[in-house]
């Protein structure tokens, strides 16, 4: 089945520096979505990407689709507190069914 | 806002035994879906349903099975609990897609434990 590889598994880094964490798939991805899991929480949706090279923003999040639709990236500029956790990117194929795939994810931790 | 019950938050059980985890929602979605968690391997379909008495297999059916009788309730079921079935179980529940994916609305988790 399809396969999204999610890297890296782990980041630390001190408050105020940037964050990116990288998705890939071996197979063309109709639309890839990107939830947020706190500690303790449960995953919550942050953004859907639809278009080959789409990039948008929520404030210090900045979220992009690669142009070949196999790809995406989320990148956190001046990292807060606020931000741990594990983000998950999850992907739709082509084949028009509604089951996703999931990352395996990549936790965040922030040193003050 | 969307509110995605699960029955249990913690459940501790015994080898053989079957296990029934629950799950509801309140906003009239067509598809629910269960996941496992488990470190390092993200969440994993286990099964989901577009409706009601349908169900599809996800990627690790093997040892589950699962119950639509209505639209807002999807129960899992574990046929013979064995102790690799240890983990964190996510319900979901989402809108049908018509064109556009649906963000999926998750529950807050049941950790059990297989002893």
């Known amino acids: 089945g399809q396969q999204v590889m999610q890297i890296p598994q782990y980041q630390h880094v001190q408050e105020g520096e940037d964050f990116t964490t990288y998705c890939n798939s071996s197979?063309?991805?109709?639309?890839i979505q990107w939830y947020k899991q706190r500690p303790g929480g449960h995953p919550v949706f942050l953004i859907q990407?639809?278009?080959?090279?789409e990039v948008k923003k929520q404030k210090r999040l900045t979220f992009q689709f690669g142009e070949a639709k196999k790809n995406s990236s989320l990148h956190i500029t001046a990292t807060q507190t606020t931000d741990v956790g594990t983000y998950f990117c999850?992907?739709?194929?082509?084949?028009?069914?509604?089951?996703?795939?999931f990352g395996t994810g990549t936790r965040l931790t922030i040193i003050p | 806002d969307v509110k995605v019950t699960q029955s249990s938050r913690y459940l501790v059980k015994r080898t053989g035994e079957k296990v029934f985890l629950e799950c509801v929602q309140d906003?009239?979605?067509?598809?629910m879906f269960w996941y496992r968690q488990d470190p390092g391997l993200g969440l994993r379909l286990i099964y989901f349903?577009?409706?009601?008495?349908?169900?599809e297999k996800g990627d690790i059916p093997e040892g589950y099975s699962v119950s639509r009788e209505k639209k807002e309730r999807f129960s899992l079921i574990l046929e013979s609990a064995s102790t690799n079935q240890t983990s964190m179980y996510l319900c979901?529940?989402?809108?049908?897609?018509?064109?556009?994916?649906?963000?999926?609305?998750f529950g807050d988790g049941t950790r059990l434990s297989i002893l």
């Open positions: 979901a529940s989402s809108l049908p897609g018509q064109g556009v994916r649906q963000p999926q609305h």
């Open positions: 197979t063309t991805l109709s639309n």
């Open positions: 990407l639809v278009k080959s090279g």
């Open positions: 999850a992907a739709f194929s082509n084949f028009g069914n509604e089951k996703l795939t």
């Open positions: 906003m009239d979605h067509e598809n």
């Open positions: 349903s577009y409706d009601v008495k349908m169900k």
